[in-house]
């Protein structure tokens, strides 16, 4: 019966919506980049290939259908084997496979071979978030899918036009990898726990992100925009909901938000060392939560039994701080290390754990995180 | 006197099945564990098939309306792995219960008993991993390819029962392929010699060797993760000194063997139904056991091509890309074959030569894709979309699935003795061909487009093309209700059918009565006789 509603939405809404039915693609996108522009010419001369051959057997297995059947008095012949045949439709595929491998091989030399890159990037991927890092620049930040998009996930038949008027629905993150245009950038890709894969089709770059290894790719972006992509490797429960989106800028731009980004570090570090009421730290760390714990732990801290832990009446967020905080800090089986959050955000989110979902743990202060790490 | 105790011996030696249940239990009669392995297997494709129907119900539209993540994570895993493992895999082992022992002109399987066991083991398998959905924490919900370490370290702990499941569904396919071996090698008839086999039983001969070389790598696989998992050992856990990427070339140095394993056997059923109805003896027959024999041995050098993202050398990219481009030429070759003997035959189109058609049809499509996938760079944008999705829906369905229902078909009427319904066969075959595209064909351009799989939820740009994969799916899962009805109906009710219902088929399989007697081919057949069902005369 529920399904039965569904489908009856689902058609609603499709015929509801002329913008639904504007925004499809057939095909795979040309990208602004020389390899991801490579890459396009190689899918088409492929496909055509592909074309050709089927043009040619099906042509004859149609034409022999139609033509050399019983109802229309066709007798069969005889023959049954040739090996003058046989060597022919064994050469002319070998000759074509020869012909398509040549380009294919020259791209891959170029995706792989990269002999001095501008400036590096590195690239984390954690259930279900990105990490990006600019070690030259000491920016560091985490991505996570937009909580606009969240919000409406669950949306009921009834508010399915929530959706639909979520633009970008699942492609939009809070915090934007930006990058500058025409400069040569190298991704250093890495995970924290299970093999994810950092894929921007635009950049034509698709690599898997493998715990303990570094992967690398590069990209020289050509054109300013924004560019949307997903993780591509099942990597858990929210394998589709770690969206990547990347802004392309330029130069001075680029300049720009390092300033600013760094600014923001300087201002966060000093904002740890003074001491927060328990009102700041709970505000602030459900809006962390919710973006980084609420994926395993559930929004209402109840968890997933015999999966992720639940918040409520759990010892840890009742028992003492310096378990929680180290627990945070460093994971523990599945659960992932935090480190890479500020000392406040995890405070706050500490708190906000120890203090909600009728639990009754102590108030954690962004000092004793950073005496902790 | 002496004649009539022989008589008497003779008669008890053809004594029937035995009666009431136990028949199944106790069975080592190929053509009962043929049948248990065909409806265990049917059993499973509409438990596999059910999952399918959710999988496509939450994709339906964006957003999410009927499971949580999890539960469709383990939705797709447990579609995959009861697909290829209770599905596919033991319908080939059923038709090749039946027919290789009637078709080499034996009496039975080589290992009777052993038949008994291997098939016996997979219920028990199937039921212990349909089981895991009832645990705590879910099935496994890792993909069927289950990479380390979302297997391992972050798996619910119904993977051990997981890792047990998969060990006994392997050692009843290394007993199945051995008994295979065995029966074809030593009890085909003495006077038929290797050349004289028909297609079919060459391409089991040549799979049973795949599933031989392919299936204790599957188990070290499996048993690495189970140490991994409770006895403190880092085979793939790089904090331990291990590699998660070495996983993958263990799973897919098994899995790439594994993909002919499903489509070998369908190449053999497929040049026996096309010579049968275009009334001409198949072309080429040499040239088909040797592309056979190479695809086969090129199956075990190709398995990186699933994992050029996970950061290899560009030599290898180049070799695994090259030696994948090369499996083409074996395949066309038995494409171009099949084409040649349809040409200037006297073509009918019964209900086997429709799905034979459509298989040749439908197959080629998934190859070109498969071409398409074995670019490398090309690749780099293909790799776990819904581009990959339909490539191996259009050669896992409208192969394997294709080759195994026009196998049904084909020699149901030698099985049963009866007739099914011609004209029923042939609306239910327009109605899967149809749906079947509809479901898969769209597949195409939302990969390309984007879409990655293994997602419950998606982007609105990829809404249309889903909506109408869905609804196609859904006419594809209600075509196999069709499908029953018509088995069951021709077992039921369907008119006697004659020794030799396909009168342009040859085979030694139809000079038996209809219905085929409980114990065949007590006397080999002759040369004679072996030269006159031949494929190649």
């Known amino acids: ?373 | 006197m002496s004649s009539t105790t022989a008589a008497a011996a003779h008669d008890d030696h053809h004594h029937g099945p035995e009666k009431g249940l136990l028949r199944w239990v106790k069975t080592t009669n190929h053509k009962d564990i043929g049948t248990l392995y065909l409806w265990f297997s049917f059993a499973m494709l509409l438990v596999g098939g059910a999952f399918a129907m959710g999988i496509r119900s939450e994709l339906l539209q964006p957003g999410l309306q009927l499971f949580e993540p999890q539960f469709y994570n383990q939705l797709t895993t447990m579609h995959g792995l009861i697909m290829v493992f209770g599905a596919i895999m033991p319908a080939f082992v059923g038709l090749a219960n039946w027919l290789i022992p009637m078709m080499v002109g034996a009496p039975d399987m080589a290992l009777p008993r052993m038949n008994n066991w291997s098939f016996w083991i997979l219920p028990f398998a199937g039921t212990i991993l349909l089981s895991t959905f009832f645990m705590e924490g879910g099935a496994p919900a890792f993909g069927w390819t289950f990479y380390a370490p979302l297997s391992t370290t972050f798996a619910p702990d119904s993977t051990d029962f997981f890792i047990f499941a998969v060990h006994l569904l392997g050692f009843s396919s290394i007993m199945g392929a051995i008994n295979i071996i065995a029966t074809v090698l030593n009890m085909k008839a003495p006077e038929m010699r290797l050349m004289d086999m028909p297609l079919f039983v060459w391409t089991w001969l040549i799979t049973s060797f795949l599933l031989i070389g392919a299936m204790p790598v599957l188990a070290g696989a499996v048993t690495m993760m189970l140490t991994d998992r409770n006895f403190g050992t880092a085979f793939f856990d790089a904090t331990g000194g291990g590699d998660p990427v070495m996983f993958q070339h263990i799973f897919w140095f098994f899995g790439h063997p594994e993909v002919y394993i499903m489509i070998l056997p369908a190449f053999g059923i497929i040049s026996h139904i096309i010579p049968t109805f275009a009334r001409k003896p198949l072309f080429g027959y040499s040239s088909m056991v040797y592309a056979t024999a190479s695809i086969a041995f090129l199956s075990y050098i190709v398995w990186a091509h699933h994992m050029f993202l996970t950061g290899m050398p560009v030599a290898g990219e180049l070799y695994f890309m090259y030696a994948t481009m090369l499996i083409a030429v074996p395949t066309g070759v038995k494409v171009f074959n099949w084409v040649a003997t349809m040409w200037k035959g006297s073509m009918t189109f019964e209900t086997p030569m429709l799905w034979a058609l459509s298989f040749v049809f439908l197959f080629t499509i998934g190859g070109f894709s498969g071409l398409m996938l074995g670019i490398a760079p090309a690749d780099i944008q293909y790799h776990d979309t819904y581009f990959v999705v339909a490539h191996f829906h259009y050669v896992l369905v409208t192969g394997a699935l294709w080759g195994i229902i026009a196998a049904v078909f084909y020699w149901l009427p030698k099985w049963t003795g009866k007739m099914y319904n011609e004209g029923l066969a042939k609306v239910h075959f327009w109605l899967a061909m149809i749906s079947v595209n509809v479901t898969f064909f769209p597949q195409h351009f939302i990969g390309l487009a984007g879409m990655p799989r293994r997602i419950p939820d998606y982007a609105l740009q990829f809404a249309d093309f889903n909506f109408i994969s869905s609804i196609g799916s859904f006419a594809f899962g209600l075509s196999f209700i069709l499908f029953t009805y018509i088995i069951v109906d021709c077992i039921r009710n369907g008119k006697p059918a004659v020794a030799r219902p396909w009168g342009s088929a040859k085979g030694l399989e139809w000079t038996l009565a209809a219905p085929v007697a409980y114990h065949t081919f007590d006397e080999p057949p002759t040369r004679a006789e072996i030269l006159a069902e031949s494929q190649h005369s």
């Not at chain 1, 040569?184 to 635009?202: C, E, K, M, Q």
């Not at chain 1, 505000?283 to 732990?297: D, I, L, P």
């Not at chain 1, 995890?346 to 203090?355: D, G, L, N």
């Open chain 1, 1 to 373: 019966m529920k399904l039965l509603l569904t489908i009856t939405g689902a058609i609603t809404a499709l015929i509801g919506s002329k913008s639904a039915l504007a925004e499809y693609t057939l095909n795979m996108t040309k990208g602004i980049t020389d390899i991801s522009q490579d890459i396009y010419w190689l899918h088409m001369m492929a496909f055509w290939v592909c074309v050709g051959i089927g043009f040619v057997v099906f042509g004859a297995m149609f034409y022999s259908i139609i033509a050399h059947r019983k109802s229309k008095g066709a007798k069969a012949a005889h023959f049954h084997e040739s090996t003058t045949v046989e060597f022919i439709w064994t050469g002319i595929p070998i000759l074509i496979l020869i012909a398509m491998a040549i380009p294919a091989s020259k791209t891959l030399v170029d995706i792989e071979v990269l002999d001095k890159a501008d400036m590096t990037v590195k690239v984390t991927g954690i259930q279900w978030k990105w990490q990006y890092d600019y070690p030259e620049e000491g920016i560091s930040f985490v991505s996570n899918l937009a909580q606009s998009s969240r919000d409406v996930i669950k949306a009921s038949p009834e508010e399915r036009e929530a959706v639909h008027n979520e633009s970008d629905y699942l492609r939009s993150v809070d915090n934007h990898l930006v990058l500058p245009v025409d400069t040569t950038v190298r991704f250093l890709i890495t995970s924290n726990d299970v093999i994810h894969n950092w894929w921007v089709p635009a950049f034509g770059v698709k690599q898997d992100a493998n715990p303990g290894f570094i992967n690398d790719a590069w990209a020289k972006p050509n054109e300013i925009g924004t560019y949307r992509g997903q993780c591509a490797e099942l990597c858990g429960k929210d394998h589709g909901f770690m969206p990547i989106v990347v802004d392309v800028v330029s130069k001075a731009d680029y300049a720009a938000w390092v300033e600013s980004k760094q600014a923001e570090k300087v201002a966060e570090a000093a904002s740890a060392t003074q001491a927060w009421t328990e009102e700041e730290l709970v505000a602030k760390g459900e809006t962390v939560y919710n973006a980084n714990c609420s994926g395993c732990h559930q929004k209402d801290g109840s968890g997933i039994p015999g999966v992720f832990p639940a918040m409520i009446g759990s010892e840890v967020t009742n028992g003492p701080a310096e378990y929680q905080i180290g627990l945070v800090l460093n994971g523990m089986g599945g659960m992932p290390a935090f480190r890479m959050l500020s000392d406040t955000d995890i405070a706050s989110v500490i708190t906000y754990e120890r203090r909600s979902f009728g639990n009754n743990g102590s108030v954690v202060q962004p000092s004793d995180v950073t005496s902790a790490r």
